[in-house]
């Protein structure tokens, strides 16, 4: 062993080439996404405040060019470290057991966090179509205008398998998030007695809101009750 | 009671496996299930076929020797309890059952359901001791443990490395084995000195063996015959990018003597 001691840098790679690393990595990128997506549901729900309220918030949101893209990198930073950090654990998994079971005889109910994979790729690809369909307009079931998100959403939700994407996509995140809201806290080793229920609560809670919040938009255009 | 044993034979480490089919006609309520296994044995001897390898000591539930998976549960379906003290009134006539080996990149089968689970042995040579002096035995409770720290010091050394938590882990990571080797030194002051080092060196020796990451699924927890809880992988984890990102480096004088 070197008796010099690791610079800042190296300490960092060093940290991330172990799996406890590379779990901190998933629980820091992540927060950082879950936090954006409370902001969007905020943003969305404005929907039911009016055409005028939406579309200018996203005007406002698009005035500060500099701090939108400073947001844009973030977001894209970590969603590639989550995305790139969360293949690489997966291939170490399914490496670490060659040969399957014959009999599986699960014993804790895990949906959720069994599924994580799962919901994350297809999350991947929701995001992948959600920017291209709302935010740049390349794929447009329905007529686009740019920076008018009120008409937009008004306009491609009333086509019911893009509306249904939507929903899916959603109920998947509350799923994802029901797991790694609660999670992330013991990745980076955050655990107590008293607290550590409660934040199994609080990510349940937060999974059922984001859930609803989110979808509630396409709902209510599909239903007629925002047009 | 009769029952039908698929059991998975394996001549050596590098030798293809298969489930072998067994009709065990006698098995009585009060055995274990290794004494019901050891009859099985016994008739394949008398046959001139060779006995089903599994690896036993003990037979009290506390020596950590053995271990299969029973139709896919480490140990089989009872909570809290080691394969040698599963009896065989929680079974009934008629029952199938699929005994596998652990199944690890890091755990190789020996031969039918024994595994070499050397790996273990590794990640405690790696960090899990404690120095201490040399000398006449010191005082008894000379150094004062609170209750609560005591406890949870015990709770996480109930370990006995059966290897049922990397058994039964979807990631066949090893984790709640080393998390409960890092608590229970880990919590105590004679655990202190070498808190540090302990976790860089164990959390790196597991991933050396090949384990998987955990993703706290808790299925560990519900196998471990001991009910380690998954609690011991976040202080695990708190230790070890506590001492990866701020450990002290060695002082000048150190590094030139060492």
Known sequence: MSSTAPAATQRITLFYQDYVGKKVAMALSGVVLFGYVIIHMAG??????????????????????PLLWIARIVLLLAVGIHFYTGISLAGASRAARPVRYQVKGQRHPNLAGRTMALSGLVLAAFIVFHILHLTTGTVQPAPFADLRPYDNMVNSFRVIPVAGFYVLSVCLLGLHLYHGAWSMFQSVGFNHPRYTPALRRFAAVFAFLLAIGFSVVPIAVLTGMVR | MRLTLNVWRQKGKDDAGGFVKYDVPDVSEH????????????????????????????????????????????????????????????????????????????????????????????????????????????????????????????????????????????????????????????????????????????????????????????????????????????????????????????????????
């Open chain 1, 44 to 65: 969305n729900l404005q929907i039911f405040a009016g055409r005028e309220q939406l579309n200018a918030y996203a005007q406002a949101l698009h005035a500060n060019v």
């Open chain 2, 31 to 258: 055995m274990s299930f290794l004494e019901m296994l050891d009859v099985l044995n016994q008739r394949l001897i008398l046959k001139g076929e060779a006995p089903v390898a599994f690896d036993h000591d003990c037979r009290e539930g506390i020596c950590g020797m053995c271990g299969f998976m029973i139709n896919g549960q480490a140990h089989g379906p009872l909570r809290g309890t080691t394969v040698c003290q599963l009896h065989m009134r929680h079974y009934k006539d008629g029952d199938e059952l699929w005994l596998e080996p652990w199944r690890a990149a890091a755990f190789p089968v020996v031969r039918d359901l024994a595994v070499d689970r050397s790996a273990f042995d590794k990640i405690v040579a790696a960090g899990g001791y404690v120095s201490v002096s040399t000398g006449s035995a010191p005082d008894g409770n000379a150094i004062p443990v609170p209750k609560e720290i005591a406890d949870r010091a015990m709770d996480a050394a109930a370990c006995i490395g059966c290897g049922a938590c990397v058994a039964s882990c979807p990631n066949a990571s090893a984790s709640l084995f080393t998390g409960a080797k890092i608590a229970h030194l880990g919590f105590l002051p004679q655990g202190q000195p070498e808190r540090e080092r302990r976790a860089l060196a164990m959390v790196a020796q597991m991933d050396l063996e090949q384990f998987g990451g955990c993703t706290l699924f808790g299925e560990c927890q519900d196998a471990c015959p001991k009910g380690i809880s998954i609690d011991v992988i976040a202080r695990m984890n708190r230790d070890y990018w506590l001492s990866a990102l701020f450990s002290a480096p060695p002082s000048a004088g150190a590094a030139a003597s060492g």
